[in-house]
T-cell receptor, first 107, second 113 residues
């Protein structure tokens, strides 16, 4: 079973700061998911990436398959970015999740 | 609108009283899965289904049952709930086990007293 580690567990930052969340995993994979869980509890997919970098608005995700590491960056952070960010890796029977990073952006 | 629905959204029950949490998707997805989310432990898979009549255990299946009689529905059954099953539950679906789009239901917050 793949072990998925996220850091930091908690992150509080000021509006406008550049945010980085890290995810590492133990077994080689073909792709990785980043998910966002809103304060109300709902979970949405942000990215699935298998190499290089993907960008969606102010969110950028990168992955290094050889180093078994991915990062999620948020540029010009805003209070509405406050959420739990979860990385997940695919396996034979479904996803294995990191424990999440609880991000709070203060105005 | 593509969606996964769960009912109920909130439930408080007592130990031993059988309950069912329903999950339905309208995207004709083959793969469906149940997860529970607990503080400090993250999301853990309970059961999953690759297709109709095909179900299998995830990481934490004890105390749960599922069925997949129709493609759209994947109910989670707690035959005799216990307090350690107090948790936030999510149903999810996708076109394949590792497809790009993973759709999650809104969650069911269950409290067992």
């Amino acid at each position: 079973k793949n072990e998925v580690e996220q850091s930091p567990q908690n992150l509080t930052a000021q509006e406008g700061e550049f945010i980085t969340i890290n995810c590492s995993y133990s077994v080689g994979i073909s792709a990785l998911h980043w998910l966002q869980q809103h304060p109300g509890g709902g979970i949405v997919s942000l990215f699935m990436l298998s190499s290089g970098k993907k960008k969606h608005g102010r969110l950028i995700a990168t992955i290094n398959i050889q180093e078994k590491h991915s990062s999620l960056h948020i540029t010009a952070s805003h209070p509405r970015d406050s959420a739990v960010y979860i990385c997940a890796v695919p396996g034979a029977d479904g996803l294995t999740f990191g424990k999440g990073t609880h991000l709070i952006i203060q105005p | 609108e593509a969606q996964v629905t769960q009912n109920p959204r909130y439930l408080i029950t007592v130990t031993g009283k059988k309950l069912t949490v329903t999950c339905s998707q309208n995207m004709n997805h083959e793969y469906m899965s149940w997860y529970r989310q607990d503080p400090g432990l993250g999301l853990r898979q309970i059961y999953y289904s690759m297709n109709v009549e095909v179900t299998d255990k995830g990481d934490v299946p004890e105390g749960y049952k599922v069925s997949r009689k129709e493609k759209r529905n994947f109910p989670l059954i707690l035959e005799s709930p216990s307090p350690n099953q107090t948790s936030l539950y999510f149903c999810a679906s996708s076109s394949g086990v590792n497809s790009y789009e993973q759709y999650f239901g809104p969650g069911t917050r269950l409290t067992v007293t």
